[in-house]
C-alpha cells in the first residue's frame, strides 16, 4: 500500500494547523493500522505526488498501480495520466455517474428533487403505507417549519464531545507542522482514526440529534457547534460512510431517541445536500471554478484571515470558531462569511480557497458548489434561486453577536451603521442589471430603489469596502 504526501500541497495554501494536522496524523495512523492487519506500508514524504509514485516505482518496480477515484478533477486528471488504475469511488451513497444519469433531461436539478430520489432509493424515513404503496415517514418529506428557531436564551449546556487524547502519531505530526499554518493547535477534537469517529457518531446520536434540527439556524458566540454534528471531517476523510451515519440516524428516530424533525433535517443534510453538493461538482467541473458572474473581484477580507481585529461582533464571533477549531457550522458560513463576502463583491475563487484552507472539512468538491455556488452566486443561479443576501436583520434575528456590538442592524447610513445592512442594498443597487431576470428578485430590488437615502447608502458603502480592505472594520 503506497501513501504519499506532497510537499507541494502541503505548502500550496496557508492551512489551519488543525486542518493539515488532521489529514496527516489519520494517514499516518491508517498506515499503521494497514501495517497491524498484516499489508506492506510505503509511506513517502515526496516533492509531490508524481514524484513520491516515480520513487515508489523505482524502488518496488512497474506493478500494475489501483487506486480508488479521488475526490478532486485535477487529481483524477492525474492519476488517469500516470496510467493508474482508478476503481470506483464508494464514500458516497450516490456515485457521480449515478448523479449524472439523474439529472440527464431535467430542466432543474434542485436540491429538493434529488433528496427525495435518494430517499426513495435508498428506501431512507420511507414506510409502506395502507394502499401497498411507499410514503416518507409522517407523511411529509420535509420538516423544517419545526426547525430554525432563533437561539434559545436559556442559556442551557450543549452537548459535549469527548477530546481525544493526542498520542505519539498525533505529537510527531504537530511538531512538524510547517510555520505557515495558522490557528490553534489541535486539541482532540477531529476523529483521526476510525475508532475515534465512532465514538464521535455515538456522542451525536445519543447526545446532540434530537437538538439538531430546532437549533442547526441558530448561531451564538460562546458555542462553537450548538448541536451540530462535527462528523463532516471524518466522512470527508473516509473514516466514517454516510450510509452508517444515516442508519444510525433514522435507527435513533425509530427507537424514539430522537424526535422526526431533527431526524429528518440531518438525514436531508447528508443525503440530501452533500450528496447533491458532490453530484453537481463532478457535472460542472472543470467549467464550473472559474464562474464569476457578478465580476467579484474584492480579495479575501482581513478581518477574515486573522490579519486584522475586526469591530464586526458576528464575523469576530465566527472567526474566533474557526481559529479555535478549524470550524464553524453551515449558517454561520453562509449568512456570516458569505454574506459579507457575497455584498462585499469577494472574488470567488479566492474565498474558495481560503475556506478550502481553513476548515477541517475542506476540499475543492464541497467548497465549489457551496461558496462559489450557494453563498456567493458566481454561478448566477445554478445552485441557489437567488443570491442568499441579507442584511443585520438576518443576524440579529438568529444569533446573540448584535447585543454587544458597537454597530446597529437596523442603521444602513452613518457611523452606527451595520455593514451587513449597508452592504445589502448596495449590493442589490450594484448588480441590479445582472439580478434583473430573477424573479425572486424582483421584489427587495423595487424595495432598494424606493429607498429614499439610497445614494447616502452607496457612499456608507464605499467607506465600509474601503475600511474591510484595509482591515479596519
Ligand atoms: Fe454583525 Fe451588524 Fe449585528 Fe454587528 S450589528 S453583529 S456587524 S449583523
Same mark, same amino acid.
Given at each position: 500500500m503506497l501513501l504519499v504526501e506532497s510537499d507541494a500541497l502541503i505548502a500550496s495554501r496557508t492551512w489551519h494547523r488543525q486542518r493539515l494536522h488532521l489529514v496527516l496524523s489519520a494517514m499516518m495512523h491508517f498506515a499503521d493500522e494497514l501495517r497491524a492487519e498484516g499489508f506492506e506500508v510505503d509511506y513517502r514524504r515526496a516533492r509531490t505526488l508524481v514524484q513520491g509514485l516515480r520513487d515508489h516505482r523505482e524502488d518496488f518496480g512497474f506493478g500494475p498501480v489501483i487506486a480508488m477515484e479521488?475526490?478532486?478533477?485535477?487529481? &483524477? #486528471?492525474?492519476?488517469?495520466?500516470?496510467?493508474v488504475e482508478l476503481v470506483r469511488n464508494d464514500q458516497f451513497l450516490c456515485h457521480y455517474d449515478d448523479f449524472a444519469g439523474w439529472a440527464a433531461d431535467r430542466k432543474r436539478l434542485t436540491m429538493e428533487d434529488f433528496y427525495r430520489w435518494q430517499r426513495?432509493?435508498?428506501g431512507v424515513l420511507i414506510d409502506d403505507d395502507a394502499r401497498g404503496g411507499r410514503e416518507p415517514v409522517g407523511g411529509r418529506?420535509?420538516?423544517d417549519h419545526d426547525n430554525r428557531e432563533p437561539p434559545p436564551r436559556d442559556g442551557r449546556a450543549w452537548p459535549a464531545i469527548e477530546r481525544f487524547e493526542l498520542d505519539e502519531i498525533d505529537r510527531a505530526v504537530l511538531? &512538524? #507542522?510547517p510555520a505557515t499554518t495558522f490557528g490553534a493547535d489541535p486539541d482532540g477534537t477531529w476523529p483521526v482514526t476510525r475508532a475515534q469517529a465512532l465514538i464521535r457518531l455515538r456522542e451525536f446520536i445519543e447526545s446532540g440529534l434530537a437538538l439538531f434540527g430546532p437549533h442547526e439556524d441558530a448561531m451564538l458566540a460562546a458555542e462553537w457547534k450548538l448541536a451540530h454534528s462535527a462528523l463532516s471531517s471524518s466522512m470527508n476523510i473516509g473514516l466514517l460512510h454516510p450510509g452508517e451515519i444515516v442508519q444510525a440516524a433514522e435507527l435513533a428516530y425509530r427507537r424514539g431517541v430522537a424526535p422526526l424533525n431533527s431526524v429528518e433535517g440531518f438525514i436531508r443534510q447528508v443525503i440530501g445536500w452533500r450528496e447533491y453538493v458532490w453530484g453537481v461538482y463532478w457535472l460542472w467541473m472543470p467549467h464550473y471554478?472559474?464562474?464569476?458572474?457578478?465580476g467579484a473581484t474584492r480579495p479575501v477580507p482581513p478581518a477574515f484571515t486573522g490579519v486584522a481585529d475586526t469591530e464586526m461582533a458576528c464575523?469576530?464571533?465566527?472567526?474566533g470558531h474557526v481559529h479555535d477549531h478549524g470550524y464553524a457550522h453551515h449558517i454561520e458560513r453562509?449568512?456570516?462569511l458569505g454574506n459579507l463576502a457575497l455584498t462585499g463583491g469577494v472574488d470567488p475563487a479566492a474565498m474558495t480557497d481560503w475556506m478550502r484552507a481553513s476548515f477541517v472539512d475542506g476540499a475543492e468538491w464541497v467548497m465549489l458548489p457551496n461558496v462559489l455556488g450557494m453563498a456567493l452566486f458566481a454561478d448566477g443561479g445554478m445552485?441557489?434561486?437567488k443570491p442568499y443576501a441579507s442584511g443585520g436583520a438576518y443576524i440579529n434575528k438568529m444569533s446573540d453577536s448584535c447585543r454587544t456590538c458597537r454597530f446597529d442592524p437596523k442603521q444602513r447610513v452613518g457611523p452606527d451603521a451595520c455593514p451587513f445592512t449597508t452592504l445589502y442594498w448596495d449590493f442589490l443597487a450594484r448588480n441590479a442589471e445582472a439580478l434583473a431576470g430573477n424573479h425572486r428578485m424582483a421584489r427587495p430590488l423595487a424595495a432598494m430603489r424606493a429607498l429614499s437615502n439610497l445614494p447616502a447608502v452607496r457612499g456608507r458603502a464605499v467607506e465600509i469596502l474601503d475600511r474591510l480592505d484595509r482591515g479596519e472594520l
Open positions: 479521488p475526490t478532486s478533477w485535477d487529481a &483524477r #486528471l492525474m492519476l488517469e495520466r500516470l496510467g426513495q432509493r435508498l418529506w420535509n420538516f511538531d &512538524r #507542522l471554478r472559474s464562474a464569476n458572474v457578478l464575523v469576530a464571533s465566527v472567526i453562509l449568512m456570516v445552485m441557489a434561486t
